[in-house]
Protein backbone atom coordinates (compact mmCIF):
# COMPACT_ATOMS: atom_id res chain seq x y z
CA UNK A 1 0.00 0.00 0.00
CA UNK A 2 0.99 3.50 -1.01
CA UNK A 3 -0.37 5.09 2.10
CA UNK A 4 0.09 2.98 5.06
CA UNK A 5 -1.31 4.70 8.13
CA UNK A 6 -0.90 8.29 6.82
CA UNK A 7 -2.92 11.21 7.41
CA UNK A 8 -4.34 12.62 4.27
CA UNK A 9 -6.85 16.02 4.60
CA UNK A 10 -8.69 16.53 1.28
CA UNK A 11 -10.65 19.75 1.06
CA UNK A 12 -13.90 19.53 -1.27
CA UNK A 13 -14.25 15.78 -0.65
CA UNK A 14 -18.22 15.39 0.25
CA UNK A 15 -18.47 14.36 -3.99
CA UNK A 16 -16.62 14.14 -7.38
CA UNK A 17 -12.80 14.27 -7.70
CA UNK A 18 -12.16 15.23 -3.94
CA UNK A 19 -14.40 11.89 -2.84
CA UNK A 20 -12.53 9.27 -5.07
CA UNK A 21 -9.40 10.53 -4.34
CA UNK A 22 -10.23 10.04 -0.60
CA UNK A 23 -11.15 6.57 -1.38
CA UNK A 24 -8.26 5.57 -3.14
CA UNK A 25 -6.43 6.93 -0.13
CA UNK A 26 -8.18 5.02 1.93
CA UNK A 27 -7.27 2.11 -0.46
CA UNK A 28 -4.05 2.77 -0.20
CA UNK A 29 -4.23 2.29 4.20
CA UNK A 30 -4.37 6.12 4.16
CA UNK A 31 -6.74 7.98 7.47
CA UNK A 32 -8.46 10.82 6.49
CA UNK A 33 -9.82 14.12 7.23
CA UNK A 34 -13.01 14.94 4.92
CA UNK A 35 -13.31 18.73 4.38
CA UNK A 36 -16.67 20.44 3.16
CA UNK A 37 -18.48 22.94 2.95
CA UNK A 38 -20.65 22.41 5.96
CA UNK A 39 -23.83 22.42 3.93
CA UNK A 40 -26.98 20.06 5.37
CA UNK A 41 -27.49 18.72 1.92
CA UNK A 42 -23.54 17.78 2.26
CA UNK A 43 -24.16 15.69 5.16
CA UNK A 44 -25.33 12.61 4.05
CA UNK A 45 -23.17 12.49 1.43
CA UNK A 46 -19.66 13.19 3.92
CA UNK A 47 -21.46 10.37 6.24
CA UNK A 48 -21.90 7.44 3.28
CA UNK A 49 -18.18 8.05 2.73
CA UNK A 50 -16.61 8.26 6.31
CA UNK A 51 -19.06 4.95 6.38
CA UNK A 52 -17.14 3.31 3.12
CA UNK A 53 -14.12 4.52 4.07
CA UNK A 54 -14.39 2.73 7.61
CA UNK A 55 -15.68 -0.56 5.48
CA UNK A 56 -11.95 -0.28 4.27
CA UNK A 57 -10.89 -0.80 7.25
CA UNK A 58 -9.48 2.64 7.31
CA UNK A 59 -10.89 5.76 10.22
CA UNK A 60 -12.07 8.75 8.74
CA UNK A 61 -13.47 11.67 10.72
CA UNK A 62 -15.27 15.18 8.86
CA UNK A 63 -14.50 19.09 9.18
CA UNK A 64 -17.43 21.22 7.99
CA UNK A 65 -16.13 24.85 6.77
CA UNK A 66 -15.92 26.71 3.90
CA UNK A 67 -12.64 26.51 1.49
CA UNK A 68 -12.47 30.61 1.66
CA UNK A 69 -12.37 30.86 5.64
CA UNK A 70 -9.23 31.70 6.43
CA UNK A 71 -9.22 29.93 9.23
CA UNK A 72 -10.92 26.24 7.84
CA UNK A 73 -7.01 25.06 7.38
CA UNK A 74 -6.61 25.51 10.54
CA UNK A 75 -9.47 23.62 11.59
CA UNK A 76 -8.55 20.92 9.08
CA UNK A 77 -5.00 20.67 10.91
CA UNK A 78 -6.35 20.44 14.52
CA UNK A 79 -8.65 17.82 13.32
CA UNK A 80 -6.14 15.46 11.64
CA UNK A 81 -4.11 16.35 14.69
CA UNK A 82 -6.32 15.28 17.57
CA UNK A 83 -8.03 11.87 15.97
CA UNK A 84 -4.67 11.04 13.84
CA UNK A 85 -1.78 12.71 15.41
CA UNK A 86 -0.50 14.02 12.67
CA UNK A 87 -0.66 15.34 8.73
CA UNK A 88 1.04 14.08 6.23
CA UNK A 89 -0.54 14.71 3.05
CA UNK A 90 -3.20 18.12 2.04
CA UNK A 91 -4.47 18.05 -0.95
CA UNK A 92 -6.56 21.10 -1.54
CA UNK A 93 -9.28 20.13 -3.57
CA UNK A 94 -12.33 22.27 -3.19
CA UNK A 95 -13.37 24.44 -5.79
CA UNK A 96 -16.54 26.29 -7.79
CA UNK A 97 -16.77 27.27 -11.66
CA UNK A 98 -19.93 29.49 -12.21
CA UNK A 99 -19.80 29.57 -16.15
CA UNK A 100 -20.38 33.20 -16.71
CA UNK A 101 -19.50 35.78 -19.61
CA UNK A 102 -16.60 38.44 -19.00
CA UNK A 103 -17.96 41.73 -19.72
CA UNK A 104 -20.90 41.39 -17.35
CA UNK A 105 -19.41 39.14 -15.25
CA UNK A 106 -21.09 39.90 -11.43
CA UNK A 107 -18.22 41.15 -9.03
CA UNK A 108 -19.90 39.00 -6.48
CA UNK A 109 -19.39 35.94 -8.58
CA UNK A 110 -15.57 36.67 -9.20
CA UNK A 111 -14.81 37.82 -6.16
CA UNK A 112 -16.58 34.28 -4.61
CA UNK A 113 -14.62 31.93 -7.09
CA UNK A 114 -11.50 33.82 -6.31
CA UNK A 115 -12.00 33.44 -2.58
CA UNK A 116 -13.10 29.66 -3.12
CA UNK A 117 -10.61 28.24 -5.17
CA UNK A 118 -7.18 30.51 -4.04
CA UNK A 119 -7.55 32.56 -1.17
CA UNK A 120 -8.66 30.10 0.50
CA UNK A 121 -6.19 27.30 -0.45
CA UNK A 122 -3.57 29.69 0.22
CA UNK A 123 -4.07 29.84 4.16
CA UNK A 124 -5.18 25.55 3.95
CA UNK A 125 -1.59 25.18 2.52
CA UNK A 126 0.27 27.44 4.74
CA UNK A 127 -1.26 25.97 7.96
CA UNK A 128 -0.79 22.29 7.03
CA UNK A 129 3.07 23.44 5.82
CA UNK A 130 3.55 24.97 9.77
CA UNK A 131 1.92 21.67 10.75
CA UNK A 132 4.51 19.76 8.61
CA UNK A 133 7.41 21.31 9.55
CA UNK A 134 6.75 20.88 13.50
CA UNK A 135 6.51 17.38 12.76
CA UNK A 136 10.15 17.33 11.04
CA UNK A 137 8.91 14.01 8.61
CA UNK A 138 8.24 15.86 5.60
CA UNK A 139 5.01 15.63 3.94
CA UNK A 140 3.32 16.24 0.86
CA UNK A 141 0.83 19.05 -0.63
CA UNK A 142 -1.24 18.37 -3.73
CA UNK A 143 -3.67 21.56 -5.16
CA UNK A 144 -6.04 20.46 -7.57
CA UNK A 145 -5.27 23.18 -10.11
CA UNK A 146 -6.66 22.14 -13.76
CA UNK A 147 -6.25 22.31 -17.47
CA UNK A 148 -7.51 25.41 -17.18
CA UNK A 149 -4.31 26.69 -15.71
CA UNK A 150 -2.92 26.62 -18.90
CA UNK A 151 -5.18 27.63 -21.36
CA UNK A 152 -8.35 30.08 -21.61
CA UNK A 153 -11.89 30.10 -21.70
CA UNK A 154 -14.54 32.35 -22.88
CA UNK A 155 -17.08 31.69 -19.37
CA UNK A 156 -14.34 30.93 -17.26
CA UNK A 157 -12.70 34.48 -16.89
CA UNK A 158 -12.92 34.44 -12.73
CA UNK A 159 -12.04 30.46 -12.95
CA UNK A 160 -9.11 30.34 -15.04
CA UNK A 161 -6.71 33.01 -12.78
CA UNK A 162 -7.51 30.79 -9.89
CA UNK A 163 -6.08 27.61 -11.89
CA UNK A 164 -2.95 29.15 -12.76
CA UNK A 165 -2.38 30.68 -9.37
CA UNK A 166 -2.39 27.33 -7.41
CA UNK A 167 0.07 25.96 -9.86
CA UNK A 168 1.84 28.75 -9.51
CA UNK A 169 1.36 28.39 -5.44
CA UNK A 170 2.45 25.17 -5.59
CA UNK A 171 6.00 26.15 -7.48
CA UNK A 172 6.61 28.39 -5.24
CA UNK A 173 5.89 26.59 -2.28
CA UNK A 174 7.92 24.11 -3.40
CA UNK A 175 11.00 25.89 -3.17
CA UNK A 176 9.99 27.54 0.05
CA UNK A 177 8.94 24.44 1.19
CA UNK A 178 11.56 21.96 0.01
CA UNK A 179 14.65 22.47 2.92
CA UNK A 180 12.03 21.04 5.30
CA UNK A 181 11.15 17.67 2.69
CA UNK A 182 7.75 18.65 1.85
CA UNK A 183 7.06 18.30 -1.63
CA UNK A 184 4.21 20.61 -3.59
CA UNK A 185 2.51 19.46 -6.91
CA UNK A 186 -0.35 20.04 -9.12
CA UNK A 187 -2.71 18.01 -10.49
CA UNK A 188 -3.88 19.65 -13.88
CA UNK A 189 -7.40 17.79 -14.26
CA UNK A 190 -9.00 17.88 -18.11
CA UNK A 191 -12.72 17.79 -18.22
CA UNK A 192 -13.86 15.28 -15.56
CA UNK A 193 -17.80 14.92 -15.55
CA UNK A 194 -19.02 15.77 -12.16
CA UNK A 195 -21.24 18.23 -10.34
CA UNK A 196 -18.75 21.25 -11.43
CA UNK A 197 -20.22 21.04 -14.81
CA UNK A 198 -23.25 18.72 -15.34
CA UNK A 199 -25.75 21.83 -16.50
CA UNK A 200 -22.62 22.34 -18.87
CA UNK A 201 -22.18 19.43 -20.31
CA UNK A 202 -26.07 19.12 -20.98
CA UNK A 203 -26.02 20.67 -23.72
CA UNK A 204 -25.16 18.07 -25.90
CA UNK A 205 -23.13 19.76 -28.41
CA UNK A 206 -20.91 20.98 -25.80
CA UNK A 207 -20.93 17.87 -24.71
CA UNK A 208 -19.64 16.36 -28.02
CA UNK A 209 -17.14 19.11 -28.85
CA UNK A 210 -15.34 18.01 -25.34
CA UNK A 211 -15.29 14.46 -26.12
CA UNK A 212 -14.19 15.24 -29.58
CA UNK A 213 -11.23 17.31 -28.28
CA UNK A 214 -9.89 14.30 -26.30
CA UNK A 215 -7.73 11.73 -27.89
CA UNK A 216 -8.43 8.95 -25.22
CA UNK A 217 -11.90 9.38 -26.70
CA UNK A 218 -14.12 10.63 -23.49
CA UNK A 219 -14.26 12.27 -20.69
CA UNK A 220 -12.69 11.76 -17.55
CA UNK A 221 -14.14 10.24 -14.29
CA UNK A 222 -13.31 11.38 -10.66
CA UNK A 223 -11.64 7.93 -10.32
CA UNK A 224 -9.13 8.78 -13.19
CA UNK A 225 -7.92 11.30 -10.80
CA UNK A 226 -7.51 9.27 -7.68
CA UNK A 227 -4.32 7.35 -8.66
CA UNK A 228 -2.43 10.32 -9.82
CA UNK A 229 -3.05 11.91 -6.24
CA UNK A 230 -2.17 8.84 -4.34
CA UNK A 231 1.19 8.58 -6.64
CA UNK A 232 1.83 12.24 -5.84
CA UNK A 233 1.09 11.87 -2.30
CA UNK A 234 3.07 8.80 -1.89
CA UNK A 235 6.96 8.21 -1.57
CA UNK A 236 6.76 6.99 -4.98
CA UNK A 237 6.94 10.54 -5.88
CA UNK A 238 9.47 10.99 -3.47
CA UNK A 239 12.02 13.17 -5.83
CA UNK A 240 8.90 15.15 -7.85
CA UNK A 241 8.11 18.84 -6.26
CA UNK A 242 7.21 21.46 -7.87
CA UNK A 243 5.76 19.43 -10.83
CA UNK A 244 2.24 19.76 -12.78
CA UNK A 245 0.68 16.62 -13.85
CA UNK A 246 -1.71 17.24 -16.57
CA UNK A 247 -4.63 14.03 -16.35
CA UNK A 248 -6.84 14.86 -19.49
CA UNK A 249 -6.93 11.99 -22.19
CA UNK A 250 -4.96 13.73 -24.13
CA UNK A 251 -6.70 16.99 -24.50
CA UNK A 252 -3.75 19.97 -24.35
CA UNK A 253 -1.65 18.12 -27.20
CA UNK A 254 -4.14 17.82 -29.52
CA UNK A 255 -4.22 20.80 -31.43
CA UNK A 256 -5.41 19.17 -35.08
N1 LIG B 1 -14.51 18.43 -13.16
C1 LIG B 1 -13.57 18.95 -13.95
O1 LIG B 1 -13.64 18.89 -15.18
C2 LIG B 1 -12.39 19.62 -13.34
C3 LIG B 1 -12.33 19.95 -12.01
N2 LIG B 1 -11.22 20.58 -11.51
C4 LIG B 1 -11.16 20.95 -10.11
O2 LIG B 1 -11.37 19.83 -9.30
C5 LIG B 1 -11.84 20.25 -8.04
C6 LIG B 1 -13.00 19.37 -7.63
O3 LIG B 1 -14.08 19.61 -8.49
P1 LIG B 1 -15.08 18.48 -9.00
O4 LIG B 1 -14.92 17.27 -8.22
O5 LIG B 1 -14.97 18.42 -10.45
O6 LIG B 1 -16.49 19.19 -8.71
P2 LIG B 1 -17.60 18.95 -7.61
O7 LIG B 1 -18.52 20.09 -7.73
O8 LIG B 1 -18.13 17.58 -7.70
O9 LIG B 1 -16.76 19.03 -6.26
C7 LIG B 1 -16.38 20.26 -5.71
C8 LIG B 1 -16.17 20.06 -4.24
O10 LIG B 1 -15.79 21.29 -3.66
C9 LIG B 1 -16.65 21.55 -2.57
N3 LIG B 1 -16.84 22.98 -2.38
C10 LIG B 1 -17.35 23.88 -3.24
N4 LIG B 1 -17.40 25.08 -2.67
C11 LIG B 1 -16.91 24.93 -1.42
C12 LIG B 1 -16.71 25.80 -0.34
N5 LIG B 1 -17.01 27.09 -0.41
N6 LIG B 1 -16.19 25.29 0.81
C13 LIG B 1 -15.87 23.98 0.92
N7 LIG B 1 -16.04 23.11 -0.08
C14 LIG B 1 -16.55 23.58 -1.22
C15 LIG B 1 -17.96 20.88 -2.95
O11 LIG B 1 -18.78 20.69 -1.81
C16 LIG B 1 -17.45 19.60 -3.56
O12 LIG B 1 -17.17 18.65 -2.57
C17 LIG B 1 -12.19 21.72 -8.19
O13 LIG B 1 -11.16 22.51 -7.61
C18 LIG B 1 -12.22 21.93 -9.69
O14 LIG B 1 -11.89 23.24 -10.05
C19 LIG B 1 -10.16 20.87 -12.29
C20 LIG B 1 -10.18 20.55 -13.61
C21 LIG B 1 -11.28 19.92 -14.24
C1 LIG C 1 -15.70 23.02 -14.96
C2 LIG C 1 -15.03 22.67 -16.27
O1 LIG C 1 -15.90 21.89 -17.03
C3 LIG C 1 -13.79 21.90 -16.04
O2 LIG C 1 -13.07 22.55 -15.06
C4 LIG C 1 -11.88 22.83 -15.51
O3 LIG C 1 -10.99 23.20 -14.79
C5 LIG C 1 -11.76 22.61 -16.94
O4 LIG C 1 -11.99 23.81 -17.60
C6 LIG C 1 -12.85 21.66 -17.18
O5 LIG C 1 -13.35 21.65 -18.43
Redesign the pocket.
Given at each position: MLLNDKTVII??????????AALECARQGANLVI?????ES?QP?VDELIGEIRSLGRDATSVG?????PN?GDKLVDAAVSHFGSVDVFV??????PFHSFLDMPRDTYL?TV???LN?AYFAVQAAANRMKEQGNGGAIIA?????ALVGGAMQTH?TP??AG?LSLMQSCAVALGPYGIRCNA???????????KDDLADQDKRDYMIGRTPLGR??R?ED?AGPIAFLASDMAAYVTGASLLVDGGMFVNLQ
Open positions: TGASRGIGRAGYSGSSLAPAGDTNNAGICENTNGVSSISYTKLLLPGTIETDINLGPM
